[in-house]
T-cell receptor, first 118, second 114 residues
Framework: AQTVTQSQPEMSVQEAETVTLSCTYD???????LFWYKQPPSRQMILVIR??????QNATENRFSVNFQKAAKSFSLKISDSQLGDAAMYFC???????????????FGKGTHLIIQP | ETGVTQSPTHLIKTRGQQVTLRCSSQ?????VSWYQQALGQGPQFIFQ???????GRGNFPPRFSGLQFPNYSSELNVNALELDDSALYLC?????????????FGPGTRLTVL
C-alpha cells in the first residue's frame, strides 16, 4: 500500500515571499501521479498542480511549481509571491496509474496548514 | 456547467442510526468517488462507482455502502453509525476510468454522530 507523508503541520510566510511545502511518499510502483490540492475554509478541494511520474520535467502552474525527485520519493510544492488567498490547508496526494479497483483512489497526506502574514 | 454538488451540508445523527449522503456529479462525469475526512486528517478513499457498479474500495467496512444512478449521481449509505464516523464526507467525479483524468470535488457533507 502507498503512503504519503507531510511532515509540516503548519507553515507561515509573509505576503509576497516564497514558501516550500514538503511531501514524501512510499510506493513500489513505477508509474503514478502526484498532486497538490488546496482546501480553503470553504472545504472544497481544489487541484493546484499535478505531476506524472514518467515525466522528468517539474510541473509549473503560474506561481506554483513542484520539485519532483523520483528516486528520493519526494514531491515538494513551491509557492512564489505568496498571496493572502493562498491561505488554506494543502494536501499532497498519490494515485496509481493502473486503472481499476482500489488503485483509482487518491491517497492523501495529513496536510499542511499554510498561513499568510500580511 | 454545474460542478459537483452534495447534500445535505450538515447532518447530526445518533450512534446506531443510519445515514444517506447524496452527490450530483459534474455534467458528463460517470465516475464518482467518496472520501472520508476526519478532523485534522487528509481524506481517505471509501469507494468508487463507475456506470452504476462499485469499481474499487478502500479499507472501509461493509456498513459503508453506495449506489450510483443512471444519471451518475450517487449515494453513500452508512449503517450502524459509530462516533468515529463523525467526519467530512467528500464526493469527487471525473469522466471515465482513465487515471489521467482530473477529479473534481464537491464541498462535502459534515456528519456529526452523537
Amino acid at each position: 500500500a502507498q503512503t504519503v507523508t507531510q511532515s509540516q503541520p503548519e507553515m507561515s510566510v509573509q505576503e509576497a515571499e516564497t514558501v516550500t511545502l514538503s511531501c514524501t511518499y512510499d510506493t513500489s510502483e513505477s508509474d503514478y501521479y502526484l498532486f497538490w490540492y488546496k482546501q480553503p475554509p470553504s472545504r472544497q478541494m481544489i487541484l493546484v498542480i499535478r505531476q506524472e511520474a514518467y515525466k522528468q520535467q517539474n510541473a509549473t502552474e503560474n506561481r506554483f511549481s513542484v520539485n519532483f525527485q523520483k528516486a528520493a520519493k519526494s514531491f515538494s510544492l513551491k509557492i512564489s509571491d505568496s498571496q493572502l488567498g493562498d491561505a488554506a490547508m494543502y494536501f499532497c496526494a498519490y494515485r496509481s496509474a493502473v486503472a481499476g479497483g482500489g488503485a483509482d483512489g487518491l491517497t492523501f497526506g495529513k496536510g499542511t496548514h499554510l498561513i499568510i502574514q500580511p | 456547467e454545474t460542478g459537483v454538488t452534495q447534500s445535505p451540508t450538515h447532518l447530526i445523527k445518533t450512534r446506531g442510526q443510519q445515514v444517506t449522503l447524496r452527490c450530483s456529479s459534474q455534467s458528463g462525469h460517470n465516475t464518482v468517488s467518496w472520501y472520508q475526512q476526519a478532523l485534522g486528517q487528509g481524506p481517505q478513499f471509501i469507494f468508487q462507482y463507475y456506470r452504476e457498479e462499485e469499481n474499487g474500495r478502500g479499507n472501509f467496512p461493509p456498513r459503508f455502502s453506495g449506489l450510483q444512478f443512471p444519471n451518475y449521481s450517487s449515494e453513500l449509505n452508512v449503517n450502524a453509525l459509530e462516533l468515529d464516523d463523525s467526519a467530512l464526507y467528500l464526493c469527487a467525479s471525473r469522466p471515465g476510468l482513465n487515471t489521467n483524468n482530473e477529479q473534481f470535488f464537491g464541498p462535502g457533507t459534515r456528519l456529526t454522530v452523537l
